[in-house]
């Protein structure tokens, strides 16, 4: 029982740490219209983003939920107190109260080291990754999803606007993680699972592969033809921006039961990037400056 004392008193300086990171977040990384991208603020703003991201991985979605996360209608999990929250957010009319319309998850390599890792690390080999290339900056994009009004071109160009400010803001030189297809039967989707690989297979040094038992192999998947522009057309948008951003493709995919989802594994150096991608965020992300 004498250690009660210590833990309670480390779990309130945890909380503490907690909420006083939000005191040092900046302003907001764009405005596009009506609607702002900007870093979660709040304790209560994550839980916001997280009832978003409920409403579409389990209420729209396959994602399978337990007693917890029913009752608390969020979609939450130990990496959320350390990482940042990226939030598109809907001002609407004068007076209208606004709302998070759009999230992403954002974990730097620096954090994750501190903490529990990176998330993908459940899935694929990024720890190796990472070892590989000492000199580069990492960060994870993960738990992206956006309302089902807000599907748009508008909504989509914002959030990555806020993911290249918040790049260049950290000097982040790599990103990576997950893109999720929907459905866990990987002969069904292996059209499309084939194709996102034969168009951007990743390189040698920049090969992760999946965890031991886990995964699946695109590159011996039966090769169904389906037509170049069919299986652009039924990739999910967020998978269809990465490729187009440059991104590598890894050679397997891992099933998650738990979200009803089959996951390919991402890699996307800086130096990769689309450069008209780069002309029309603006080098130092300013296209869509919150000064606008």
């Known amino acids: 029982m004498a250690y009660l004392p210590l833990m309670q008193q480390r779990l309130v300086e945890g909380m ?3 909420r006083r990171r939000f005191d040092t977040l900046a302003g907001p990384l764009g405005r ?3 609607l702002e991208v900007r870093l979660a603020r709040s304790v209560e703003e994550v839980k916001r983003a997280q009832r978003l991201r409920y409403r579409v991985f389990y209420e729209e979605m396959s994602a399978v939920t337990n007693v917890r996360t029913l009752v608390s209608g969020r979609d939450r999990d130990p990496f959320d107190r350390f990482c940042d929250h990226l939030l598109v957010i809907d001002h609407g009319e004068d007076g209208q109260t606004p709302e998070i319309v759009g999230t992403y998850r954002l974990l730097r390599q ?3 080291q501190q903490n529990r890792g990176f998330y993908s690390s459940g899935e694929f080999e990024l720890d190796k990754l990472v070892k590989r290339h000492p000199d580069r900056n990492f960060l994870e994009l993960g738990r992206s999803c956006v309302l089902p009004p807000y599907r748009t071109k508008r909504t989509v160009e914002l959030l990555w606007h806020g993911i290249w400010a918040y790049v260049r803001r950290h000097n982040i030189d790599v990103m990576v993680g997950c893109a999720s297809l929907e459905g866990t039967d990987a002969a069904k989707l292996a059209p499309y699972l084939a194709f996102v690989r034969q168009i951007a297979p990743t390189p ?3 090969r992760v592969r999946a965890l031991p038992g886990l995964g699946v192999n695109l590159d011996h998947l039966p090769d169904k033809a389906a037509s170049e522009l ?7 948008p967020l998978l269809k921006g ?3 951003l440059g991104a590598y493709v890894g050679e397997d ?5 738990q979200f009803g989802t089959t996951d390919v594994f991402l890699v996307l150096p800086n130096e990769r990037i689309n450069q008209r991608y780069i002309n029309f965020y603006g080098a130092d992300a300013s296209r869509h400056s919150a000064e606008e």
Do not use: F, H, I, S
């Open 230 to 236: 069919k299986a652009m057309r039924g990739l999910p």
């Open 32 to 34: 596009l219209g009506t």
């Open 253 to 257: 995919a891992v099933v998650d039961r």
């Open 110 to 112: 620096e954090v994750a």
């Open 204 to 206: 040698e040094e920049w």
């Open 242 to 244: 990465y490729l187009r």
């Open 16 to 18: 503490r740490r907690y």
